[in-house]
């Protein structure tokens, strides 16, 4: 659909999510998802299937801005449809020096997110010992006071703008998720547990229902000399 959600010309596509042998182990042959069907799994169904993700691999059209989804299954007399039709944004925005963070969601399943607004690199240098000299000789002596240890970290503030209040509460459980990583590494794929800061965070403001969403996380901390 168009940035309007008007229907673009083009027939609906149906892709299997099952496994090239039929199969419902995931990453095996050409498969999308985890799932099975017990005629011809080669082994047993599962009790618990749980969570998964799912990979939408096609080239939309420039114009394109969502895209609708559903699952369904054939018991070979009719198709039924087991989910409700989902409206999906298609986001196309730029990769420059964008940061893409990952989080356990409320559900137990991982949400993902690209900042790519402007982000903002702080460094925090804090707890420094101090001990003072006691000096017997002034015009020898290198210092009254020595700096014996420090510690140091940064800190990575990302921020995306004029979000609407449906995205914002989307956004909320990376503030309270458990497990929070940054991509470090696309090839091979390497993420990094990052600590998000603890306090009370302003969400937004109810009159224009659109505001500007950020987070604070340390950066692994900084291992620096001590004298």
């Not at 042959?29 to 017990?38: A, E, L, Y």
């Not at 990979?55 to 059209?61: G, H, R, V």
């Not at 394109?64 to 699952?71: E, K, P, R």
């Not at 990583?181 to 990094?192: A, E, F, S, T, Y």
């Amino acid at each position: 659909m168009d940035i309007n959600r008007i229907p673009l010309p083009g027939a609906t596509q149906t892709s299997s999510l099952l496994n090239e042998d039929a199969s419902w182990l995931l990453n095996q042959d050409g498969s999308k998802m985890v799932i099975g069907r017990q005629t011809t799994s080669s082994s047993p169904l599962p009790e618990h299937l749980g969570l998964n993700r799912l990979l939408i691999n096609d080239d939309f059209p420039a114009d394109a801005y969502y895209f609708t989804i559903s699952l369904k299954y054939n018991d070979g007399s009719a198709v039924h449809q087991v989910t409700q039709t989902q409206t999906v944004r298609i986001d196309d925005a730029v990769d420059e020096r964008s940061v893409y963070l990952r989080w356990i969601g409320l559900s137990g399943s991982r949400n993902y997110y690209r900042f790519v607004y402007n982000q903002e690199v702080s460094l925090d240098v804090q707890n420094a010992t101090i001990i003072k000299n006691y000096v017997s000789d002034w015009e020898n002596q290198d210092a009254i006071e020595d700096v014996v240890s420090k510690t140091a970290g940064q800190k990575m503030k990302v921020m995306a703008e004029d979000l609407s209040v449906a995205d914002i509460k989307g956004l909320q459980s990376i503030k309270y998720s458990p497990k929070v990583q940054m991509l470090v590494n696309k090839n091979p794929v390497k993420w990094q547990t990052v600590v998000l800061n603890t306090a009370t965070f302003s969400e937004y403001e109810t009159l224009n229902g659109q505001a500007p969403f950020s987070v604070t996380f340390n950066l692994p901390s900084i291992n620096i000399q001590t004298q």
